[in-house]
């Protein structure tokens, strides 16, 4: 059976309360018996020395068995309370005020006699009772005759008829009219406890309720505040954070979703792309084992030419994949270092004359100063200006002129790099997605071009991992511009 956390709690609360009320009970009994028998104790202290002193009988040592027992009967009747015992050295009883066949031991032990006699014990004392296997309270003096102890007088203080009076008092009705208003009254209380713990552990149930019934509904819903949120109460503030952990986990299950779609549609856009120039080399190929034994060697020649092209457009292809791979892996190492913007720049205009040459653009270099310098990785930046000036080049018609500029800013401690160019620019709709992997893909794929579309998504990741951010524009004489900030040096 399961059991609920209000039953533990009221469980527990219950044993826990019967468990110490009766430790309670039982310990102040004890105390209670304590502190009465130490009392009556202290004040019968003397109580045996008096009557030794008193009576002629035992001042004198004698021992007449019917003239004590006479006397014995005689102190009962005013003091029904005690009990008298005449000893002698070794403990054997010699006579008693009891009636016969009520003394059920024939001698008493006498060291702790002896003990509270010589004051080596503190009070309480106890010492066995010839009526009954306990051992109670008592009041004890040493007979002495010629200067020699011939034995002792022995009260017990409390004897059996005291015993069977106050259990009667402990039966009379008032008193278990207490005893029953003390119990009613704890029931009271547990009861009230009980019921509090009910209050708190409502909303509890009710939450757990709306946890269960969440569930089964798939997480879509969200769950009813119990409390208002700014009541300061713990379960208000747990709803509200379930809400939140729902709204989270709803998120990121959406975003995961999406990334997986986005995945999908880029491993497809990819295969497109790749599919073109593998597709292109199988023919190429196809077609030299054709023709091979009838061709030209001119023809031949043609033929690996353009072979070699799709295969250089196929490694550049994986190339880019690849980097891509390892830029968004996080564990990509930068060496910055402090080197002239301007000597980067011009090498990268003799790097790529050629192909601006054989479209006829102009590609030429703008600085306001020539000892820019920087502080950044200059192989990543080199990497990044490179995909600049491609996509620039691609995008860029005869005639055109694409300019690399680098542009001091004291004021921010930052060189303003950029790549703008005259060509054909960016349509707005395309702006906020230029740099988005999946839809340059999708983009390569329309318009029919052989280019991966992968170039400034890893233009875009490196220029973050640099510690700066580039942005695109167009100029407003037309053509498209990209530009980013590098520290200066200090």
């Known amino acids: 059976m399961k059991v609920s956390l209000y039953q533990k709690l009221a469980i527990s609360l219950v044993l826990g309360f019967v468990l110490i009320a009766g430790t309670f009970v039982v310990i102040m009994q004890r105390l209670e018996a304590i502190s009465r028998d130490q009392a009556e104790q202290e004040l019968h202290q003397e ?3 008096h009557l030794v002193h008193d009576n002629p009988l035992l001042a004198n040592g004698e021992h007449d068995q019917k003239a004590l027992e006479n006397l014995f009967h005689s102190m009962m009747i005013l003091g029904p309370n005690f009990e008298f015992y005449v000893l002698d050295l070794d403990g054997n009883i010699l006579t008693y005020s009891a009636k016969p066949g009520e003394v059920i031991r024939d001698k008493v032990e006498l060291e702790p006699i002896q003990m509270w006699l010589d004051g080596r014990m503190s009070m309480p004392v106890y ?3 010839p009526r009954s ?3 109670k309270i008592f009041s004890a003096a040493p007979i002495v005759k010629d200067g020699k102890t011939r034995g002792y007088l022995y009260v017990i203080v409390g004897g059996q008829i005291y015993d069977s009076i106050f259990s009667g008092i402990k039966n009379n009705e008032q008193i278990q009219l207490v005893g029953i208003m003390a119990i009613a009254s704890v029931l ?3 009861t009230i406890i009980l019921f509090s713990f009910q209050f708190f552990v409502s909303p509890l149930k009710r939450l757990t309720c709306q946890v269960k019934t969440l569930k089964s509904d798939g997480f879509n819903k969200k769950i009813t505040p119990i409390y208002n949120e700014n009541s300061g109460l713990e379960v208000a503030e747990l709803s509200s954070a379930f809400n939140e952990l729902i709204s989270q986990v709803n998120n990121q299950f959406e975003l995961l979703s999406k990334v997986d779609t986005e995945r999908r549609e880029l491993l497809a856009h990819l295969s497109h792309d790749l599919r073109t120039p593998l597709a292109s080399l199988q023919g190429f190929l196809e077609t030299i084992q054709l023709k091979y034994p009838n061709s030209s060697e001119s023809e031949i020649q043609s033929y690996v030419k353009r072979c070699l092209k ?7 292809f994986v190339d880019q994949i690849f980097e891509l791979a390892h830029l968004e892996s996080g564990h990509v190492t930068v060496n910055f270092e402090t080197f002239p913007v301007a000597d980067l720049l011009y090498d ?3 790097k790529f004359s050629i192909a601006a040459q054989q479209k006829g653009i102009e590609l030429a270099v703008e600085l306001d100063s020539e000892n820019v310098q920087v502080i950044t990785d200059i192989a990543k930046l080199e990497r990044v200006l490179s995909n600049l000036i491609e996509n620039a080049i691609r995008h860029t018609p005869k005639n055109g002129q694409i300019y690399l500029s680098a542009v001091q800013d004291n004021s921010s401690q930052q060189a303003v790099i950029a790549v703008r160019d005259n060509g054909t620019g960016i349509k707005q709709d395309e702006l906020p997605y230029l740099f988005d992997a999946r839809y340059r893909g999708k983009h390569a ?3 029919g071009s052989r280019h991966i579309g992968l170039g400034l ?5 490196l220029i973050n991992i640099l510690g700066s951010e580039i942005k695109a524009d167009n100029n407003p004489d037309g053509g498209a511009k990209f530009k980013f900030n590098l520290p200066l040096p200090v």
């Open 457 to 461: 998504t890893i233009t875009k990741k």
């Open 188 to 190: 009271f209380l547990i």
């Open 47 to 49: 109580l045996a020395a």
């Open 348 to 350: 990268l205009v003799d």
């Open 445 to 447: 794929i329309d318009d």
């Open 127 to 129: 010492a066995a009772d």
């Open 310 to 316: 799709s295969a250089r457009s196929l490694k550049g």
């Open 133 to 135: 296997d306990q051992a």
